[in-house]
């Protein structure tokens, strides 16, 4: 399903006006950048063997609430995506 930047953008406000719904995007967003890092390293690195390989948990803090997520494991353990550095400092 494809959705104009328009749509995204309607979508996203609306679920921001929702209780908790801040909260949810940012979880989804971060998600989904770990995601995306994920493949592009498996992409560029092109290590024999190494593929996805699950799902570790994780959380750190929002306004005002933890948010907890799931971060992208590759088959070796070399992948540590760099977003979870900037949340930590």
Do not use: W
Request: proline fraction near 3%; aromatic fraction near 8%; charged fraction near 30%.
């Amino acid at each position: 399903m494809d959705f104009t930047k328009e749509q995204l953008s309607e979508l996203i406000c609306k679920h921001s006006e929702k209780e908790n719904g801040l909260h949810d995007l940012m979880e989804i967003m971060l998600e989904s950048l770990m995601i995306s890092e994920r493949r592009e390293y498996l992409h560029e690195e092109s290590v024999a063997g190494n593929k996805c390989n699950g799902y570790r948990p994780g959380r750190t803090y929002g306004h005002g609430r933890t948010l907890t997520f799931r971060i992208p494991r590759d088959r070796y353990g070399n992948f540590h995506p760099r977003i979870l550095a900037i949340l930590r400092d």
